[in-house]
């Protein structure tokens, strides 16, 4: 931050870390930012995933006088093909973001508009699978990861995916790629992300599939001298 800064940039919750951010340091950065004037831009698309409370964090839209949240249907909601999201925000920003969607964009598809419109009816339901889902698998995961030697991490607090940081002599890359072809599971790379040494996983598939994709990560593991 300089006194020069125009907007603040942020995720919560977060991608790949797993990282939440509570009301209470929403709050701090918003002071910050209110000292330069600046905006603050929260990409919130995995909110509604908190391993915690009602899995809702707070929303920098409800915090901030500047601030500007963005959503969609494809994290909580589970929808990603929809291709249909929201933005919160001032009024002045949200007339200017109008005008340059009715430029680009005209309008969503009018099926993904409907369901969508049906699963933020039944948004209850919706989120509680989410919700089923992604508790259950960090719980089969955190077991994975304590049983396993060469496997630490911070332990995600909201989310769909988190940094597994690995004790082998190779980089992000060469792990990757090594996994892949001989297991068949796929990581990301922590070296794509700016995180050397880390590897991104995806915990949010069927319970069954995720173990037996830890089972296979176990095996690799093994073989590593
Ligand atoms: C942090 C974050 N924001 C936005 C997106 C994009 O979401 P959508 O598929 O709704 O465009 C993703 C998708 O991976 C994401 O991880």
Redesign the pocket.
């Known amino acids: 931050m300089t006194p020069g800064t125009k907007l603040i940039a942020i995720?919560n919750p977060n991608?790949p870390t797993g990282a939440l951010m509570d009301r209470a340091m929403l709050e701090e950065i918003a002071a910050i930012a209110r000292e330069a004037g600046a905006w603050i831009l929260c990409?919130e698309?995995?909110r509604g995933t908190d391993q915690e409370g009602d899995g809702m964090t707070a929303s920098i839209a409800d915090i901030y006088e500047k601030g500007i949240s963005t959503a969609?249907m494809?994290k909580a909601y589970s929808l990603?093909g929809l291709r249909l999201?929201w933005i919160a925000g001032p009024r002045e920003v949200i007339e200017a973001v109008a005008i340059h969607r009715d430029y680009d964009t005209i309008s969503v598809g009018m099926i993904d508009d409907h369901f969508a419109a049906l699963a933020l009816e039944n948004r209850e339901q919706v989120l509680a699978r989410s919700q089923r889902i992604t508790l259950g698998n960090l719980a089969i995961l955190e077991a994975w990861v304590e049983q396993e030697p060469r496997i630490s991490w911070v332990k995600p607090r909201s989310g769909t995916t988190t940094l597994l940081k690995y004790d082998l002599p190779m980089t992000s890359r060469e792990f990757c790629v090594a996994l892949l072809k001989e297991t068949g599971v796929m990581f990301t790379p922590g070296s794509a992300l700016g995180m050397e040494r880390y590897v991104r996983i995806g915990y949010a598939n069927g319970p069954e599939v995720l173990k037996q994709g830890l089972g296979l990560v176990s095996g690799f593991l093994a073989t590593q001298g």
């Open positions: 995720n991608n990409d698309v995995y969609g494809s990603a999201g």
